[in-house]
């Protein structure tokens, strides 16, 4: 493997963009993630989609031209601390390249770019069903924030 690279994504690069996709099928195959990819209709819609929230980005990790692994974010707001934060929505590496270093490295990109922001803390959730997950945002410094065990509960709306 040559040496990884991260950058932010622009939306607007087809090359890009299709990293992005071709990132969130990677997990999205998984158990874990559906057990299928995402279907061809969503799939187009991400990055456009991606495009209209104020604060969305991207991380991308490279080897060489071919994406390996990304990071999907949207910034928010905390009210405990009256500042911005970034989530980390989705965090994928593709599966021959898992156990690298790339999650680690994206994570870190993420923190750095966030501060760079001005962001006071990054979030993320992750399934019981990922413990290989749960353990990288373990050793990067992720837990329950003091002390308080928190779970991410979603409703879909249709």
Not at 111 to 136: I, Q, S
């Amino acid at each position: 493997m040559s040496t990884v690279t991260i950058s932010i994504a622009d939306f607007d690069n087809p090359t890009h963009a299709q990293a992005i996709v071709d990132c969130i099928n990677a997990y999205a195959t998984e158990h874990h993630g559906g057990g299928a990819k995402v279907a061809p209709e969503i799939a187009s819609q991400i990055v456009p989609g991606m495009k209209r929230i104020p604060g969305a980005f991207t991380l991308l990790a490279w080897d060489g031209d071919k994406p390996v692994g990304a990071a999907v974010c949207f910034m928010g707001f905390t009210t405990f601390a009256a500042k911005p934060l970034v989530n980390v929505h989705d965090l994928s590496v593709v599966h021959e390249y898992r156990g690298q270093g790339i999650g680690s490295k994206l994570i870190q990109a993420v923190e750095d770019h966030a501060r760079e922001l001005g962001c006071c803390k990054v979030t993320l959730e992750v399934r019981k069903e990922n413990p290989l997950a749960e353990k990288l945002y373990l050793r990067m410094g992720f837990g329950d924030p003091d002390g308080f065990e928190t779970r991410f509960l979603d409703k879909k709306l249709t």
